[in-house]
């Protein structure tokens, strides 16, 4: 039982660089998230899709991009990366097709932007 | 405005001590859900459970108790008899209705949990 993993587990970058971090779940979740998690911020939503080709902003979705071209890979993409958004990246799925709430989540992915 | 507020930043108790994790949350909705997740050290979330705002009654799961209280918007997470392998960051979250375009799932900043042996 893998569940949800991201890559990689940890990301050091330049500004202006363009950087994908990924997310791959092995149950067919319906709904997956992207969030950050920022100290005083708690976790914040960036994007969630709720099926393949289906994506839709968060919270905090400037300068992110995501795509979800297979069931079980949400990827979410930098295209210029700022320093404002090193941060600690959390991908979640919900357990049943009704239920929009993320349950699961990977180990994370630690961004550094230098 | 704090959808979610979890106003103790950080707690600190010893081994065997009782603690209550306070969460407040606000919101229109007749419709949503209530959750605690739990961030050990190394650094995963934990989900610990989901309640629904149609459900007030209390829950037990071994030393983990949550009690619901809708007149007070309250959704409070006590550790019985606390162990140092408690000690980690736990997180309280709101979510809408999602028939309501922007509604999505809102976190509180997190109580940090030290248990000290």
């Known amino acids: 039982d893998a569940g949800i993993t991201q890559s990689p587990r940890y990301k050091i970058t330049e500004t202006g660089r363009q950087v994908t971090l990924m997310c791959h779940q092995t149950?067919?979740?319906?709904?997956m998230f992207w969030y950050r998690q920022d100290l005083g911020h708690g976790l914040r939503l960036i994007y969630y899709?709720?099926?393949?080709?289906?994506?839709d902003k968060g919270e905090v979705p400037d300068g992110y991009v995501v795509s979800r071209s297979k069931t079980e890979n949400f990827p979410l993409t930098l295209e210029s990366a700022t320093r404002s958004q090193t941060s600690v990246y959390f991908c979640?799925?919900?357990?049943?097709?009704?239920?929009?709430?993320?349950?699961?989540f990977g180990d994370g992915t630690r961004l550094s932007i230098l | 405005a704090q959808k979610v507020t979890q106003a103790q930043t950080e707690i600190s108790v010893v081994e065997k001590e009782d603690v209550t994790l306070d969460c407040v949350y606000e919101?229109?909705?007749?419709?949503?859900?209530l959750f605690w997740y739990k961030q050990p050290p190394s650094g995963e979330l934990v989900f610990l459970i989901r309640?629904?705002?149609?459900?007030?009654q209390n829950e037990i799961s071994g030393r983990y108790s949550w009690n619901f209280q809708k007149s007070t918007s309250s959704f409070n997470f006590t550790i019985t008899a606390s162990q140092v392998v408690d000690s980690a960051v736990y997180f309280c979250?709101?979510?809408?209705?999602?028939?309501?375009?922007?509604?999505?799932?809102?976190f509180g900043t997190g109580t940090s949990l030290t248990v000290i042996p």
């Open positions: 979640a799925s919900s357990a049943n097709p009704e239920d929009r709430q993320p349950q699961h």
């Open positions: 149950w067919s979740h319906s709904y």
């Open positions: 899709s709720a099926a393949a080709d289906i994506t």
């Open positions: 919101t229109r909705d007749t419709t949503y859900y």
């Open positions: 309640r629904n705002s149609f459900d007030e």
């Open positions: 979250a709101l979510s809408e209705a999602w028939s309501v375009p922007g509604n999505q799932f809102y």
